[in-house]
């Protein structure tokens, strides 16, 4: 796939219809080829570790790592004219004491650098060692390299050649100077106090307001728990719900109005209206991170407060349990979140009531391994970490003449529903489904059997490596929990593993103790960050957050700092782009994938059209595409259709937030349908496109350049 960094999106439908390929696309080709299959096997080399224990540890390194640098490692010295506002009375020392030696100038200099009294006097300003450095070398290239210095400090600096007085009168100037070319020694006291975030109850007034109720229904998946919480939500008098998902949000939408109850969706890219003229109905649906603290409801539920614990999303939980305006709130999740909640929650004297569910229908785990695919059975879910295996898996399926469902995570909605509607209905001829686990929540399946293609899942390692690990007890037990769903045709579920070997594996893990939750995520506001960059005006944004982190402090015992390196990376991304903070901070607050490269090239298209105050339009967008777009032909080509479609999604999520300058999100809705569907005919059709796809990768294995490349990197490695 070429692609052009600077020039933002090229015309994406060039290389969607993947023809005879440029000598420098082949390239690429063969270095992502050759380099994923190196990867791949120095991944499995690693040792599997604990996931829960890998993510917390993954989810502070970075942070850890500013924390643990000096202050002097993040900001940078601003440039300054030591002269630029000095008036012609500023500038008498001449007349006064005469013409200054620059060979004087540095014999004092010199003394003052010696004078350890003088470093103890900038540490307690805040220069540490390197600052003070820093700002010596700035100070005395400034004295030396100026026309005409301030009458007191010229005269100072006469005074001191001539030895009358002490080196120590030249600190004040000194610290001006250090104080011009790093602007945060003159509000440190400020920086701390805006970055304090051990008493995130505070940020929420409105909420404090009241005495609220709090009720949790704890239990595993396919218990009930939900439902309790929303019969309570669908019969009150105003009330909203907080889910995880689109998908979960949309059905709570779709089943609280056909109830009779109007209730309107919110999600980070759209807003529908249950009532005519737009009139805001007294329930809402919506994502947690879209939830209004400052709206009262008689009823609020959030569902998997578990999540809370999540490095990348968790913050969004935080600020809806503490923040949630309502007189009763109901929380949906693990029992392990317990003792974290009540212990956020006694701080605010909010005494947290606790119902226990068990499962309602039996779960069994089978004795013996599926073996082989060729003992598949009509309900059986496939469960495959990784986009390869659900391609090869399904490909393997359907030459043994069985109809399949797929669904994996970037597929668009509509695409997950329509395969889920055709796994589900007893009078189509598919019966099985391969998938990954993002059908652990979200989507209703009746499964009867869950099969682990495999226990492993590649993640990324604190070095930024790609590496192989066993799925958390969590994870395995809330994928395992969706066979046997109750109200399902198959009221009674089993799990097993495709592997005789993962068996045992997959005993111990659903026989396991799920780990207490001891910490929740924060995330620092946009109003924070502003106030940041008031005190710090020319630090670019990716300094500012490294900054922020290095002087917040937080409740570490029970709080945790969420990912910040995607925020940054974004801000680093579109550093170059002239937009006001706020905005940016927007922008770089996107729901953004950064490794995948479409996505990232319409964020910076879309930040240069923001930048330049000109609407990105419908027509803008269909002229980039240049649209309409061509039928997947490749399993690749598929997986640039989700990124295009993803990229739609993206201003559909700006245009909730600037609807003028990103004005045409129904007609991007439709645009996306389009494309649902053309991933949807690509899905259906996966054993054509993977024997496509395997012929493209034979080529390119079997090419000169491949060859030769291979060859060096052999040679490399001896």
Request: proline share 4%; with cysteine.
């Amino acid at each position: 796939m070429l692609f052009v960094w600077r020039r933002g999106l090229v015309h994406i439908n060039t290389y969607l219809k993947l023809r005879t390929q440029p000598p420098l696309d082949l390239t690429l080709r063969v270095l992502r080829h050759a380099s994923s299959k190196k990867s791949s096997k120095m991944a499995q080399k690693k040792n599997t570790a604990r996931p829960e224990q890998k993510q917390k540890q993954r989810g502070n390194v970075n942070i850890t790592r500013i924390k643990q640098k000096k202050l002097s490692d993040l900001v940078k010295p601003i440039k300054v004219d030591f002269t630029a506002d000095l008036q012609e009375d500023d500038v008498l020392g001449k007349e006064l004491v005469g013409e200054l030696k620059k060979v004087d100038i540095v014999r004092v200099l010199s003394a003052f650098a010696k004078d350890e009294s003088l470093y103890k006097l900038g540490e307690e300003q805040g220069l540490d060692r390197a600052l003070y450095m820093q700002s010596f070398k700035s100070f005395k290239s400034s004295l030396l390299e100026a026309e005409e210095l301030p009458t007191s400090l010229h005269v100072l600096l006469h005074d001191l050649s001539q030895k009358n007085g002490h080196v120590a009168d030249l600190f004040p100037y000194f610290l001006d100077h250090a104080k011009d070319i790093f602007p945060h020694l003159e509000c440190l006291h400020e920086l701390m106090h805006i970055s304090d975030l051990r008493k995130p109850t505070n940020w929420y007034p409105e909420a404090r307001q009241k005495k609220r109720k709090i009720i949790f229904h704890a239990g595993p998946t396919n218990s009930g728990k939900t439902y309790q919480a929303l019969t309570r939500f669908t019969t009150s008098q105003s009330g909203v719900y907080c889910g995880p998902l689109k998908l979960l949000a949309n059905e709570v939408f779709n089943k609280t109005n056909s109830l009779g109850t109007y209730c309107d969706l919110v999600t980070g890219e759209e807003r529908k209206y249950a009532q005519e003229d737009g009139i805001i109905s007294d329930h809402v649906a919506c994502t947690v991170e879209m939830v209004n603290t400052t709206v009262d409801y008689e009823i609020a539920v959030i569902d998997e407060i578990q999540m809370i614990r999540d490095y990348n999303r968790g913050w969004a939980w935080t600020r809806a349990l503490l923040g949630v305006n309502a007189d009763e709130i109901h929380l949906c999740g693990e029992k392990s979140a317990i003792p974290l909640i009540k212990d956020l929650l006694a701080e605010l004297d909010e005494e947290v009531e606790v119902n226990e569910y068990e499962r309602l229908t039996d779960l069994t785990i089978e004795n013996s391994a599926m073996g082989s695919l060729e003992n598949v059975q009509p309900g059986d879910c496939i469960v495959c970490f990784s986009k390869k295996a659900i391609y090869a898996t399904t490909q393997h399926l359907e030459k043994l003449g069985h109809e399949v469902a797929v669904i994996y995570g970037n597929l668009p909605p509509g695409t997950k529903l329509a395969q889920a509607k055709r796994f589900n209905d007893p009078d189509d001829p598919c019966k099985i489904l391969v998938a990954t686990d993002a059908i652990g929540m979200g989507l209703n399946l009746s499964i009867r059997r869950i099969v682990f293609h495999s226990l492993t899942k590649m993640d990324i390692g604190e070095d930024g490596q790609k590496v192989f690990r066993m799925i958390a007890p969590s994870q395995a037990l809330q994928i395992a929990g969706r066979a046997g769903r109750f109200g399902t045709d198959f009221e009674n579920g089993f799990v097993t593993t495709l592997m005789e070997r993962d068996l045992h594996k997959l005993r111990r893990l659903l026989n396991s103790d799920i780990p207490e939750i001891e910490k929740a995520g924060l995330h620092p506001t946009s109003d924070q960050i502003e106030m940041f960059s008031f005190y710090l005006p020319k630090l670019r944004l990716a300094d500012l957050v490294d900054v922020f982190i290095h002087q917040c402090s937080l409740d570490g015992d029970r709080f945790f700092l969420s990912d910040m390196e995607t925020f940054k990376e974004l801000a680093e991304l579109s550093a170059h782009i002239p937009l006001d903070l706020r905005v940016k901070y927007v922008f770089c607050v996107a729901p953004i994938k950064t490794e995948d490269k479409i996505l990232l090239s319409f964020f910076l298209r879309y930040a240069r059209q923001y930048s330049h105050a000109e609407p990105v339009t419908v027509k803008f967008i269909k002229k980039t595409l240049n649209w309409p777009l061509s039928p997947a032909r490749t399993t690749a080509m598929i997986n640039n259709l989700e990124s295009v479609y993803q990229g739609l999604d993206l201003y559909r999520w700006f245009g909730t937030r600037f609807p003028d300058m990103f004005p045409d999100s129904e007609q991007i809705k439709e645009m996306q349908d389009e494309i649902d569907r053309l991933i949807l005919a690509g899905v259906k059709n996966i054993t054509v496109l993977q024997d496509a796809s395997d012929t493209e990768e034979t080529k390119v294995e079997k090419s000169p350049m491949y060859k030769k490349w291979k060859s060096a990197l052999q040679v490399k490695e001896k």
